[in-house]
């Protein structure tokens, strides 16, 4: 039997009352041209059973037990099983639009030098409503390129890795994402040292390494509930940061090798930068009141780093803070060293695509 084109993985532990719905919005794809692969951690609330009710009926669906190893471990055993070329990863309290995985694969297909394709998220409350647009319409995508968010484009590496240096979100759900398998082998497995924030650490890796499609025109959810993996996270603390900082340290030293060794450089130098301001800016936040504020920066100004000196510096003259310009620094740099960011505005989609890879949804 010849391997499909997409594979479709879904780990899970213990979601049995999104199970449902989630499996609903496979089924619903447009695009056919797929296999199921569930790996699912010895769950206790009935969802084995839905599953092997789900496999007794599709042969495309392919199910297995794993050990508990943690979220990313587990994310990493259903791709190690997958055979397509493509890899979606279906958090299995997630979902999508009918016609997500056909628009995702069409663009991929369209641009092999691509190694992403990415499309809008729509996040939702436990009930599936989704709610209105608040921080992850302010992530570092849709701040970066602003006219481009509503239109088809390829973002050249490294310019969404280098994004993730200001500390922020690019990606926020890996159900945005489409993935050619074979990127994997390149940037490696998920990691799972840094708990539940550990795929901001994959998203920095794919940003420096693999040119990313953007799909305007369909979406991906992203469900936000007491019981998530992530509810647990604690972000904008000392420990995170040091989190942040060791996860962007490992994408860097695994990515460099990608980069000539001039262009490397000139990327850590950055990095540096940019690891010497986030500290700056989260020894702002940890201080509590005007005065205690005011002294870190005269500190820094003083005898802080070069590039902390000049923030200081800036913002008493009126300069934006970095955390809001850094996007337009990170496109100069990259512009100037002939890397990108962007490849194209307007892309066509092809206007034939395989007979056996799209069907009409009522076949």
């Given amino acids: 039997m010849s391997a499909p084109l997409v594979s479709i993985c879904l780990p899970n532990l213990n979601t049995l009352p999104y199970l449902r719905e989630r499996a609903d919005t496979i089924l619903a794809q447009t695009y056919t041209n797929w296999e199921l692969v569930v ?31 943690g979220m990313y471990a587990n994310w990493n055993r259903c791709v190690e099983r997958a055979r397509g070329e493509y ?84 990606y926020y759900s890996i159900t945005e994402l489409l993935i050619r398998r074979s990127l994997f082998s390149r940037i490696g497995a998920f990691e799972t040292r840094w708990g539940s924030v550990s795929d901001f650490n994959w998203y920095t890796r794919v940003g420096l390494a693999a040119n990313v499609v953007h799909v305007p025109d369909t979406w991906a959810s992203w469900r936000v509930h007491p019981h998530q993996a992530t509810a ?16 962007l340290a490992h994408a860097m030293a695994r990515c460099s090798p990608f980069f000539t060794p001039a262009v490397a450089g000139r990327l850590q130098e950055w990095a540096e ?36 000196r000049a923030e200081v510096v800036g913002r008493v003259t009126g300069k934006e803070q970095w955390p809001t310009i850094a996007h337009e620094e990170i496109r100069a740099m990259v512009e100037s060293l002939e890397l990108g960011p962007i490849a194209a505005s307007e892309i066509p989609f092809p206007t034939q695509r395989p007979a056996d890879t799209v069907v009409p949804a009522s076949s």
């Fill in 39 to 69: 790996s699912d951690n010895y769950s206790e609330d009935g969802a084995w059973e839905f599953f092997e009710k789900l496999a007794h009926e599709d042969s495309r669906v392919s199910i297995a037990q794993a050990p508990r190893e």
């Fill in 273 to 308: 930068q940019a690891r010497d301001l986030r500290a700056y800016y989260a020894g702002v936040r940890d201080r509590h009141g005007l005065v205690a504020r005011r002294l870190f920066q005269l500190s820094h100004l003083v005898s802080g780093t070069k590039a902390t």
């Fill in 232 to 247: 647990s996270a604690s972000l904008k603390t000392p420990e995170h940061d040091r989190k942040v900082d060791e996860m």
């Fill in 87 to 170: 890899v979606y990863v279906a958090t299995s309290d997630d979902g999508m639009a009918p016609d997500c995985l056909e628009k995702l694969v069409a663009a991929l297909e369209s641009h092999p030098e691509c190694d992403v394709g990415h499309c809008p998220l729509v996040v939702v409350d436990e009930h599936g409503t989704p709610l209105p647009n608040r921080w992850w319409r302010r992530g570092m995508f849709d701040r970066s390129l602003p006219e481009l968010v509503e239109r088809l484009h390829v973002r050249r590496a490294p310019y969404d890795g280098l994004l993730c240096f200001t500390g922020q979100q690019v």
